[in-house]
């Protein structure tokens, strides 16, 4: 079956420091992959998308996402975490994108919490 | 003003009762969905249109059926209410396959 994953629900980390939110998938054929997040009493807003190409993504608020081929993954990066990063970040995956079939799945969501 | 809205943004209801969701958006796009999000389990796909004339179950489509009015439009309907049905709402729409999700400021349904 086809599915996402993120495998954290909450990730803690300090102002200042790098901060990784994982996402691993498992679709057929090369599907295309997204990050969204959503701030309290709002709707979830694209932060980046994998295509094709180059493996590093950048996107928005200095988000940056690292596609991994061989070992399916997506996972979602920052150098430098701002308390204002603090949300709920989802990973989707769309895949059978060139059939009237096409799908779009999301991972379970990584409640992002970043300390001063 | 936001290009995707949605109307009510909180609704209590009672078990059994008739509730409509409504979406409208200003993007010109085609491609028009409904989630529900539960705590845990992420966004879950109930509909989707890809036209006027062309509406798709998604994931969880049980206990729900959907109308799309115009381009611009599409409701979501419970029938007949049930508490397992609390939750969430987000409408969302895309231009096309592959492309950008832009989701509305969801529906907050309280089924008691």
């Known amino acids: 079956a086809q599915s996402v994953a993120q495998p954290e629900d909450q990730v803690n980390v300090a102002e200042g420091n790098p901060l990784t939110v994982k996402c691993t998938y498992s679709v057929s054929g090369n599907p295309y992959l997204f990050w969204y997040v959503q701030y309290p009493n709002r709707g979830l807003q694209f932060l980046l998308k994998?295509?094709?190409?180059?493996?590093l993504v950048k996107g928005s608020y200095g988000f940056e996402a690292e596609f991994n081929k061989s070992q399916t993954s997506f996972h979602l990066k920052k150098p430098s975490a701002l308390v204002s990063d603090s949300a709920l970040y989802f990973c989707a995956v769309n895949y059978g994108r060139f059939s009237s079939a096409s799908k779009i799945i999301f991972g379970s969501g990584t409640r992002l919490s970043i300390r001063p | 003003d936001a290009d995707v809205t949605q109307t009510p943004r909180n609704r209590i209801t009672k078990t059994g009762k008739r509730i409509m969701l409504e979406c409208s958006q200003t993007?010109?796009?085609?491609?028009m969905y409904w989630y529900r999000q539960d705590p845990g389990l992420g966004l879950r796909l109930i509909y989707y249109?890809?036209?006027?004339?062309?509406?798709n179950k998604g994931e969880i489509s049980d206990g729900y059926s959907v109308s799309r009015q115009a381009q611009a439009k599409f409701s979501l309907s419970l029938e007949s209410a049930i508490p397992n049905q609390t939750a969430l709402y987000f409408c969302?729409?895309?231009?096309?396959?592959?492309?950008?999700?832009?989701f509305g400021p969801g529906t907050r349904l309280l089924v008691l």
């Open positions: 993007k010109g796009h085609d491609r």
């Open positions: 249109s890809f036209d006027v004339k062309d509406i």
């Open positions: 994998y295509i094709t190409g180059d493996n």
């Open positions: 969302a729409t895309s231009r096309g396959l592959g492309e950008t999700q832009y």
